[in-house]
């Protein structure tokens, strides 16, 4: 990946107003900022949240609070607490996240 044409800058996040995404129980409050092909987000999901979707976008993912679950569409899990991250290309692995505590994850795609 090459990053071009984003100028210096800084985000303070609580400046940028959440949007709602439900999602099968629960919902995610994502702020997000764009820089040319590079999406920035602060996630935050509610406790009893449950993906609606098998993602495909590739991200690498660090949670920041909480506990995050992802399911892999071939039924492997992975557990990720607060200072673990993950990462995973377009297309490659179909995932999907739950939490049954809320997490607040930093996500980079």
Request: glycine share 10%; proline share 4%.
């Amino acid at each position: 990946m090459q990053m071009t044409d984003i100028p210096f800058g800084n985000t303070d996040w609580s400046d940028v107003k959440p949007t709602e995404h439900k999602g099968e129980t629960g919902a995610a409050y994502w702020r997000t900022q764009q820089f040319g092909d590079i999406r920035v987000r602060i996630l935050e999901y509610t406790p009893g949240y449950l993906a609606d979707h098998w993602c495909v976008k590739g991200h690498i993912l660090f949670c920041l609070e909480g506990e995050l679950h992802t399911e892999l569409e071939d039924g492997r899990t992975f557990v990720l607490t607060s200072g673990m991250s993950y990462q995973v290309a377009d297309n490659a692995e179909p995932h999907r996240s739950s939490t049954a505590v809320g997490a607040k994850l930093f996500v980079v795609d």
